[in-house]
């Protein structure tokens, strides 16, 4: 029904300890969603999405042409960390988001079958890459907007950010936007606004706050309505902590992101984040043995 890595997959994502994991496991039959929302409902993981993700290695990288009119983002990844320091991995890596931005591939296999130079495509070019620098890589994911577009990158290709806004993109406007995107690099918004959750979404978020309600003994005996305006009371703050537009703007708190964009004349109307190596299993190994292996 489920193993050991299970439980200690579902302990990484929400911090619950073992056994109350192989309990939440047991009880859904094995099914890793419903296993959190259980952990969940019991206050035992409070988190609102997946947390605990395990890193792999690379860099993200983006592309804004000079007008501002399109705009790229591309993940690459590799085996160190050490190939995302690399100048000629990064030159690489951001060579592949203009591409993206000029050519617009439909996905990844369009994207390698695009060409590089005057001699290779970009699937040839990789090739080059994973022999000259000697570890395997991938192009993991790209996004491509067209628009008001503006973009981030944070730590060094750890983290990137476009967002797509509309009206002038002014100075003073640009800067708000690089501020917005500045933003979802440090909170991770789940959703742009509290209009765009998906009613599967909230309906879910809804169970759990009711079901945490119940398990409350502070709640016992209170009347309905109470428990209503409670429940109103929480949603609200699940759309302050996961939705955009509804967040506190980090750099003046006497503003909402959506507040701040307008009084600088543009709303944003789409982002997208790219985290280095969110949700990919990083290669494990025995220090002692690699060691021992390189020797031989």
């Keep these: 029904m ?10 990484e994502k929400t911090g619950c300890g073992m056994m109350d994991c192989k309990k939440a496991l047991t009880e859904s039959d094995g099914d890793m969603e419903k296993a959190m929302e259980l952990l969940r409902e019991k206050g035992l993981a409070a988190a609102t999405k997946k947390a605990g993700r395990i890193a792999a290695e690379g860099i ?5 042409s000079d007008d501002a009119s399109v705009g790229a983002i591309i993940e690459v990844n590799s085996e160190t960390d050490f190939v995302g320091k690399n100048a000629d991995f990064k030159a690489f890596v951001g060579a592949l988001a203009k591409i993206v931005a000029d050519s617009n591939p439909a ?43 503006v973009t981030y990158i944070h730590g060094e290709g750890r983290i990137g950010v476009m ?7 002014t100075d003073d406007a640009k800067a708000a936007a690089k501020d917005a995107a500045m933003q979802i690099a440090a909170m991770n918004p789940l959703y742009l606004d509290k209009t765009t959750v998906p009613a599967e979404d909230l309906e879910k978020e809804k169970h759990i706050i009711l079901a945490q309600m119940k398990e409350d003994p502070k709640n ?14 929480k949603v609200n703050k699940f759309y302050e902590l996961n939705c955009l ?11 909402k992101v959506e507040k701040y964009l307008a009084e600088k004349g543009i709303k944003l109307v789409d982002f997208v ?20 292996s390189m020797m031989k």
């Design 163 to 169: 967002v797509k806004v509309e009206g002038d993109l």
């Design 273 to 292: 984040r790219f985290e280095k190596g969110e949700g990919l299993e990083k290669k494990e190994e025995n220090f002692a043995d690699e060691v021992a």
């Design 220 to 233: 016992a005996g209170k009347p309905e309505n109470i428990l209503e305006k409670m429940l109103t009371g």
């Design 245 to 255: 537009n509804q967040q506190e703007f980090v750099k003046d708190s006497n503003y």
């Design 2 to 11: 489920f193993t050991a890595k299970d439980v200690k997959e579902l302990r």
């Design 60 to 64: 993200v990288s983006s592309y804004t």
């Design 107 to 149: 996905d990844l296999e369009a994207l390698n079958a695009l060409k590089f130079d005057d001699t290779k495509t970009v699937e040839e070019e990789l090739r080059e890459k994973i022999l000259t620098i000697g570890e395997n890589m991938k192009i993991r994911r790209f996004a491509r907007f067209e628009g008001n577009v």
